[in-house]
């Protein structure tokens, strides 16, 4: 098919140009999001198009890898293909399309120069230093020092890691741990896509008869072990049975149905309440000849019911799927996306696709909740201005009952500013910080060593254990503090869970108690922070404020004088009002 025939729509040809002005001034890495039946394929062919030298487009499952390829050979342009599991490994071509397992597997396949490489499903990038992408990448960046790396994703998170980039087009910094990739160029939402017809509405339905009690599974991390799963399915057979059976009611006027089960004992379970219908099972031990053939009749539509353990989430391409059923959880919002997104694409005839939750995922589609782990249930997005750059930041955080913020948990503003020679880095602001004794730097709070002067900071573990051994020490588990205007002087008074209380005085008629009560606590107010000024404007503030975790006083005479008061503290001892 001639090239000319494929006209990108808009959205493809903004992510091209994005990527084209992003490569031309920088050597950073870079990554687009589109949502799942984007076209991201589409984008990768016209980049590949575009190409003066020779470029490597990876993938990491081989129906992504011969999909891709399918597509920029539609064009009219010869291309090489390196993946064992599709029994090709050429690279002969100006573009390679390969299985990152193949491409790491035969570095010395790779001994030359490649301007960019293309990473789809970017999101499976890790921050591993030893993973098989980062070797490739070592590898080939030796032939070529400016390689130009680019991820294309419609989830760019990872579980346990956040996002997987840090500086953002809109002018913000992502809170990411080591992440993959440095700049998001272009995204379009999903929302949109729909809105506009691009992609199948979703509608998303509770459950309306049973579901699994799977946070009974949950372990500390987060996570669902397997065996712990199987256990709870054992139990609740009865559950799966009226399950399915509402799976078969409302799929009467369904075309394509894909069922998600948990484990392979569940899927097999699952399968025994299909067998008088056409249904089929794929797991990760159906061999390669059986799941194309499987697949085929699916597409074909020999088949309506496709059973399914962790696979078909990527590069599984079949429109008329018009109802996804999950019978099993996920912590990964990613993959909850990605399951939904099977069923998402344009056919004809097909109004919408039905999607029941049976696992009580709960996850929302359209604005995930990614980044920093939600601190509790009550904790909801919170919208907090930078008081330095103006950036709104979304933070966790909680409101009262007329919607007032009562307290946030921000770290660090994730406004980009700019400086005067015109770079751009992310604002310096921090909400909560680890204050340096040595040159009253602020870091972030579970630094080690002032990233201003270089000095060790002090641990605030090391500090408490050694208060809690002096005799002359106090040390309270700060529950809540009150300001007093005590005979004209401003007293602070800290209550720990049972009333107990430590009490420390400032006379804000003085510029030196002025200038100790401010480096102390301007900046530990939830809004506006701002320095006081005198006793009055402290005690009108005083909601604003927030109390330390750790007050530590010791004897001086007859009166206990406080030490030190440990803010945002994150170490083994208990905070006030938590569990054990």
């Known amino acids: 098919m001639p090239y000319f025939l494929y006209k990108l729509r808009d959205y493809q040809r903004h992510a091209v140009d994005a990527v084209i002005r992003h490569f031309q001034k920088s050597d950073e890495s870079a990554l687009i999001i589109l949502p799942t039946g984007a076209g991201k394929s589409l984008v990768i062919a016209e980049l590949a198009r575009l190409a003066h030298y020779p470029i490597l487009v990876l993938a990491h499952v081989s ?3 011969e999909q891709n390829a399918a597509k920029y050979s539609q064009i009219g342009e010869p291309c090489s293909i390196f993946a064992a599991g599709l029994n090709q490994k050429d690279t002969s071509q100006k573009v390679c399309f390969a299985s990152i397992q193949s491409a790491s597997r035969n570095l010395s396949e790779f001994n030359r120069y490649y301007s960019l490489v293309i990473i789809d499903e970017c999101h499976r990038v890790s921050s591993d ?12 960046k030796a032939f070529n020092p400016h390689l130009k790396v680019l991820g294309l994703t419609a989830t760019p998170y990872r579980l346990n890691q956040g996002w997987c980039y840090q500086y953002d087009y809109r002018g913000f910094v992502r809170p990411a741990k080591q992440p993959a990739f440095i700049h998001a160029i272009y995204e379009l939402p999903l929302a949109t896509l ?11 339905i509770d459950a309306p008869i049973a579901q699994y009690p799977f946070d009974e599974c949950r372990n500390s991390n987060g996570l669902f072990p397997e065996a712990a799963v199987n256990k709870l399915l054992v139990r609740s057979k009865r559950v799966t ?6 799976v078969i009611e409302l799929s009467q006027n369904r075309k394509g149905v894909m069922i998600f089960a948990a484990t392979v004992e569940h899927a097999k379970e699952i399968m025994g309440y299909l067998h008088d219908l056409s249904a089929a099972l794929v797991i990760a031990e159906t061999s390669a000849s059986e799941r194309s053939q499987i697949i085929d009749r699916f597409k074909q539509q020999k088949i309506k019911y496709l059973v399914n353990v962790s696979v078909l989430t990527t590069g599984f391409d079949a429109p008329h799927v018009d109802m996804i059923a999950l019978l099993r959880p996920t912590e990964s919002v990613s993959l909850f996306q990605q399951i939904i997104g099977r069923g998402l694409r344009l056919a004809p005839n097909k109004a919408d696709c039905l999607v029941i939750d049976y696992a009580g995922n709960g ?36 409101i009262d009952a007329d919607g007032e913020l009562i307290e946030h948990y921000g770290r660090r503003c994730q406004g980009l500013v700019e400086n005067d020679n015109g770079q751009k880095h992310q604002c310096n602001y921090r909400f909560r ?8 730097g602020e870091n972030d709070i579970a630094a080690r060593r002032c990233q201003h002067c270089g000095e060790t900071l002090i641990d605030p573990d090391e500090q408490l254990k050694k208060a809690l051994s002096l005799k002359d020490a106090k040390v309270i588990r700060c529950a809540g503090m009150r300001f007093f205007n005590q005979q004209g002087q401003l007293q602070v008074t800290y209550y720990d869970e049972d009333g107990l209380e430590l009490s420390e005085k400032f006379d804000l008629k003085k510029a030196a108690a002025q200038k100790r009560f401010n480096l102390i606590f301007e900046k530990r107010q939830w809004l506006e922070p701002k320095a006081v000024k005198n006793l009055e404007q402290a005690i009108e503030n005083e909601r604003n404020y927030r109390h330390p975790d750790f007050v530590i006083a010791r004897k001086k005479g007859n009166f206990l004088k406080i030490q030190a008061r440990i803010f945002d503290y994150q170490g083994a001892y208990r905070l006030a009002n938590h569990e054990h």
């Open 129 to 140: 230093k030893d993973s098989q992408y980062h070797a490739l990448l070592a590898h080939l």
């Open 433 to 440: 910080y680890k204050q340096c004794p040595h040159c009253l």
């Open 194 to 204: 729909i809105r506009r017809g691009y992609l199948t509405k979703p509608e998303i």
């Open 63 to 65: 129906e992504l890898v």
């Open 241 to 246: 049975e009226a399950i399915i059976g509402q």
């Open 363 to 398: 996850f929302n589609l359209y604005q995930p909740e990614i980044g920093q782990p939600k601190p509790d249930s009550d904790s909801v997005p919170v919208m907090v201005p930078c008081p330095e750059c103006g950036f709104a930041n979304t933070f966790w955080g909680k």
